[in-house]
């Protein structure tokens, strides 16, 4: 069994939006007060959080994480890396692997030199990086992962499956000839969808959907989602299809499913 829980499901943003006052904004359903997006994963004794966004420290005193085996990244943006500095709490007795492309990892480099110095400052964060090449599996502790490359726009990232499960956000194009092989078999697609309205690097709602049946997805799950939709409204207008997903959510996934 897989457990997931969804520590943001919102944009870069969040929502609500900073002296924005839209239903949305201003709703009090739970649902809809969305940190930047990231997941927590446990599998057995093995603990994985993909992506730090701003509120990771806020993400992860809610979630009750405490133990931390590695963090994968699917790219450099702000809104999936500024958390970062709050890893230091892993390492005050080994350094935590960090996991993600390339041109991922150069950048966090570049933005936080101080992690992976050799003799660094007391009290920062102590960093490995470890590069994942494209629908190539590698193992961290119990659970078994691979690097999707999807497009965000003009820019190359990583969606990441683990098990019959596929993490997809930040995508406009699946690139679905070259991943084919790599998403046969998917059955809970957590995916972005950032709105009705079209955007050049986010897929929407409707998109998210038509690759879902594309994939042959059975459980579909919404996240990177903006402020102009609530909780309410993408259940009524995508169930059965597909589920909304929220800050606190719990899968349980049966990987033998």
Known sequence: MTRIEFLGTGTSHGVPVIGCHCPVCSSSDPRDKRWRS???ITKGTTTVVIDTGYEFRLQALRAGIDKLDAVLYTHQHSDHLMGLDDLRVFTDKKKLPIYGFPSTLSAIERIFPYAFEELPYKGVPRLEKHEVEERK??????????AIPVMHGMMRIAGYRFGNIAYITDASNILFEENKEALSGIRTLIIGALRDKPHWSHFTF????????????????????????SANEIESRFLPRAKGAYDTLVLEVDDDR
Do not use: Q, R, W
């Open 137 to 146: 599996p590698f193992f961290i502790g119990d659970i078994e992962f691979m």
């Open 206 to 229: 409707k998109e998210a959907i038509e690759v879902a049946d594309l994939i042959g997805a059975e459980d579909v799950y919404f996240t990177h989602i903006n402020h102009a939709t």
């Open 38 to 40: 990231s997941i927590c």
